[in-house]
Nanobody, 120 residues
Framework: QVQLVESGGGLVQPGGSLRLSCAAS????????MGWYRQAPGKQRELVAA???????NYADSVKGRFTVSRDNAKNTVYLQMNSLKPEDTAVYYC??????????????WGQGTQVTVSS
């Protein structure tokens, strides 16, 4: 069984920074892509940023230039460095792992979510 364990959310003032981490535990052979989604109250879940195993990244237009996604393949961990945070970044952030290969097969997984609140 694979679990994604997130950490690093919290309350920060506008213009501040936070770093999210997400580690995949269990018998993982490989992970195709890892990334972050977010869901604000009353809105649909949206992709924030993702990184493929080879290092290719993609970002939502709203976070380009402010957020940086990275991963450590040896640790099956993905990070999201968030700078210049804005109130509109407030949301629950979910870690996502795509095409996780384990002895049982290949599946996608989601983390439990971590709250990020940007407010003065």
């Amino acid at each position: 069984q694979v679990q994604l364990v997130e950490s690093g959310g919290g309350l920060v003032q506008p213009g501040g920074s936070l770093r999210l981490s997400c580690a995949a535990s269990g018998s993982v052979f490989s992970i195709s892509a890892m990334g972050w989604y977010r869901q604000a109250p009353g809105k649909q879940r949206e992709l924030v940023a993702a990184v493929r195993r080879g290092g290719t990244t993609n970002y939502a237009d709203s976070v380009k230039g402010r957020f940086t996604v990275s991963r450590d393949n040896a640790k099956n961990t993905v990070y999201l460095q968030m700078n210049s945070l804005k109130p509109e970044d407030t949301a629950v952030y979910y870690c996502h792992a795509e095409r996780v290969a384990t002895p049982q097969g290949v599946s996608d997984y989601w983390g439990q979510g971590t709250q990020v609140t940007v407010s003065s």
